[in-house]
C-alpha cells in the first residue's frame, strides 16, 4: 500500500531527492567514493556547496549584500545565536506559538524582551494583530509557520527595525520579499533536506556592532568569512538539500511551489469546510497555514477520534495525528507532498463521513 | 580502477555501513518511507537513536554514571559548550596541534586557561611529556589524535582534575578506559560516521555546578534530560553511526579494531623505515599516530615530492597530499580502511622508489 506522508518534521522530500541522494552515497558522481566520504575541502564537495548556496540565491531572489550559510544545530541553535550576535539591550518577540516561546526564553539570557503580542490564550489559534512594534528594540523576531497550531504569516511585513524570521517550516513555500528582512533561519526538516542542516540568510550589515564577546562558533561572521566552512559541514544533509533546490527550480521555482501550495491547501481546507464531522481549529482564514493543515472533530463527533485515526491509517495517511498540545488532526503538506497524497486524505475523509 | 581512500576526515567509512545507509535513504525497514522523512520520534527513528547509544556503552564499556550524547556542531562547538559548562575559573590544557590550539582560544572566552606543555615550537611534530597536570584547576583538555601532525596519545593518563579528552580522530580504534576521563567528545567524520553528528560522553555528576547562565541548547544537561531528542537530532548521520558500530560489534569490537589498526600502522611505519625515499616526520616512535601515517621524502628527494604524489594517484591512492601546514604525505588509515589498501599504498612506495 502506497504510504502518504503527512509527517509534520522530518518529512516528506521528493523522490527525486531521496533517490539522489541514495546515488550519492553509493558513489559520487563515478568517482567510486561516497558523498559520506569525501574531504569536505574536495573539489566535488566544494561544488555542492556551491551550488546549494547559489540555490537558495536564485530561489529566494536574495539581493546582495546578504549570506547564505549552511549551519548545524537546528533552529534551537539559532534562538541562542541571533541574540548573542544582534541583542544589545532590548529586543521584541511576537509569541505566536511553542517555537516562539523557546526563542523568547533564550533571548532573555541576553537582555530585555518584549513579547508584543500572545495568542497564548487560545493555544495560539490566531495570529495576534494590531500590535505595534516598538523602534527602540534592536530587532523583532516572527515564527512565520506555526507548525503544531497550523497558523502562518503569509505576506511580509514592514518592520521599523531589522525583522528576523523562524521560516523554519514554510521557507520555498511562497515568494518571500527578503530585503524585508534582516535575519531568515529556519531547520531544513520540512521544505529542504535531512534534518542536520540549518539555513541562515543574514544581511551582512547588520554584524559587527555587539560589545560582548562572541564564542567563534556562534558568531555569525565565522561563517560568513569561511563560506560555511569553518569546520567539517554537514556534507550529506547539503548535498541531499542541493537536490531539493534543483527539483523546485526545475519545477519553475518558488512561484511554482506556492501555486500547488495554494491549490493543496485550498482543497483540504474545502473539505473540513464541507465535511460534516470535521472543523478548522483556525478560525480566521486569513491565519490558516498552507503548509500544516490543522483540523478537529466537530463536538457531537469527539468520541470518534480515534476511529478516525485507525481508520486513515489503514488508507496509508502517516502522521496526521495532531500533536499532543493540540489534540485532533495535523496534515503536513510541505512542497513535496503531490496532489494526489491531498486528495487520497480528501477521499479517506468523505468515506468516514459515509461510514458513519 | 580501485579508488584508495587515504582521506583524513571526512574519510573512509565501511562499505557495510554505505550500503546501509543507501537503503534506508531509499526505504527505511520496508517501511515505505525514507530514513530522511520519518519523525524522530516516530517508534523506527527511537530505535536508532536508542540502539546507537546503547553500542557506544557497549563497545566503549561505559561505566553508569555516564551519558552518551548524540548533538551537533562538531569538535568546534565542543570548543566552546566545554568551558560554558565546566570553566568557573581556571583550566588546563595541553598544545599538540591545530585544533588543540582552537579549543584553547574558546576556553579563554570564559576564564583563566594554563597552556601546560606546547610542541609548536617544531609544528607539533611530537607530544609533550613531563608537564604536571595542575591540581587547581576545573579540568584538563587534551587531545588524542592530532590528525594534521600523526601524533597520538595513545594511552589513558591518570589526572587529578576532571579530564577532558577531544578524541574526534580516534575514538573507537582502541580500548579506552572511560573512568579515568570526565568527558569524551568528538566529531562523527573519521571512525564514526558522515559529517553532522558529534559525540560527547559525560559523567553525569561534573555538571550542573556553574554560576553563569547556559543557554539551552549549550547546556549539556539538556540533552542529557532529553535523551539527545531536545530539538531534531541529525537522524541519517547517526543512522549511519548505528551501522558503522554494527559492523565494529560483528568485527569482534574495539579490541579486534585495535589489533587491525596496529597491523595496519606497523607495516606503514616500516616501509617508512625501511624505504629509502621516505621518512617519518614524527621522531618519537611512541607518540606515532595510528589513525594518520605522515611521512615525508627524505632531503635528498624533496624535489620528488610532487612525482610521489602523481604516481599514487596514478595507482588509485586519494586523500594522501599531506595538510598544507606540513606538507608531506598523509595516509589516515582510520578503522574501515582494510589491510588490503594499506599495502596497496605499500607497493606504491616500494615501486616508486625502484622507479628513481
New interface residues.
Given amino acids: 500500500?502506497?504510504?502518504h506522508?503527512f509527517?509534520?518534521?522530518?518529512?516528506?522530500?521528493s523522490p527525486y531527492?531521496?533517490?539522489n541522494?541514495?546515488?550519492g552515497?553509493?558513489d559520487l558522481n563515478n568517482?567510486?567514493?561516497?558523498?559520506?566520504?569525501?574531504?569536505?575541502r574536495?573539489k566535488d564537495f566544494m561544488a555542492i556547496m556551491d551550488e546549494t548556496q547559489q540555490l537558495f540565491v536564485e530561489l529566494l531572489d536574495i539581493p546582495t549584500g546578504y549570506s547564505v550559510l549552511l549551519l548545524?544545530?537546528?533552529?534551537?541553535?539559532q534562538?541562542?545565536m541571533i541574540p548573542?550576535n544582534l541583542l544589545k539591550t532590548k529586543a521584541a518577540y511576537l509569541d505566536t506559538g511553542a517555537w516562539a516561546n523557546?526563542a523568547v526564553?533564550?533571548a532573555k539570557?541576553f537582555g530585555d524582551v518584549d513579547v508584543v503580542a500572545s495568542s497564548k490564550d487560545t493555544t495560539y489559534s490566531y495570529i495576534p494583530k494590531g500590535y505595534a512594534i516598538p523602534s527602540d528594540v534592536d530587532y523583532f523576531h516572527i515564527t512565520t509557520n506555526n507548525t503544531i497550531y497550523g497558523t502562518e504569516i503569509k505576506e511580509d511585513m514592514d518592520s521599523p527595525v531589522n525583522l528576523v524570521a523562524d521560516m523554519s517550516s514554510d521557507i520555498f513555500s511562497r515568494p518571500v520579499d527578503v530585503s524585508k528582512y534582516a535575519l531568515i533561519y529556519g531547520?531544513a526538516?520540512k521544505n529542504l533536506?535531512?534534518?542536520?542542516?540549518t539555513f541562515v540568510i543574514v544581511k551582512d550589515d547588520i554584524l559587527g556592532n555587539m560589545d560582548r564577546?562572541i564564542?567563534?562558533?556562534?558568531d555569525y561572521r565565522t561563517h560568513i568569512d569561511k563560506g560555511s566552512m569553518?569546520?567539517?559541514?554537514?556534507?550529506?544533509?547539503i548535498y541531499?538539500a542541493m537536490h531539493t533546490l534543483r527539483w523546485y527550480k526545475e519545477q519553475g521555482g518558488v512561484a511554482a511551489m506556492y501555486k500547488l501550495n495554494m491549490e493543496k491547501a485550498g482543497m483540504l481546507y474545502d473539505e473540513i469546510e464541507r465535511n460534516s464531522v470535521f472543523t478548522s481549529g483556525i478560525g480566521d482564514e486569513a491565519d490558516r497555514s498552507i503548509m500544516n493543515v490543522t483540523f478537529v472533530m466537530k463536538d457531537e463527533y469527539k468520541e470518534k477520534e480515534a476511529d478516525f485515526l485507525a481508520f486513515a491509517i489503514g488508507r496509508g495517511m502517516?502522521?496526521i495525528k495532531g500533536h499532543r498540545s493540540v489534540g485532533g488532526f495535523r496534515a503536513s503538506i510541505y512542497n513535496a507532498m503531490p496532489k494526489s497524497s491531498v486528495e487520497a486524505l480528501i477521499d479517506t475523509m468523505k468515506d468516514f463521513e459515509k461510514s458513519l
Same sequence: chains 1, 2.
Fill in positions: 500500500m502506497k504510504k506522508n509527517s509534520a518534521g522530518p518529512s516528506i522530500l531527492t531521496i533517490k541522494t541514495a546515488d552515497i553509493m568517482s567510486g567514493l561516497s558523498v559520506m566520504e569525501i574531504s569536505h574536495s548545524q544545530g537546528g533552529a534551537s541553535m534562538f541562542c548573542y523557546k526564553k533564550e539570557l531547520g526538516q533536506a535531512p534534518a542536520g542542516v564577546a564564542p567563534t562558533m556562534l569553518f569546520n567539517t559541514p554537514p556534507c550529506v544533509s541531499a502517516s502522521g
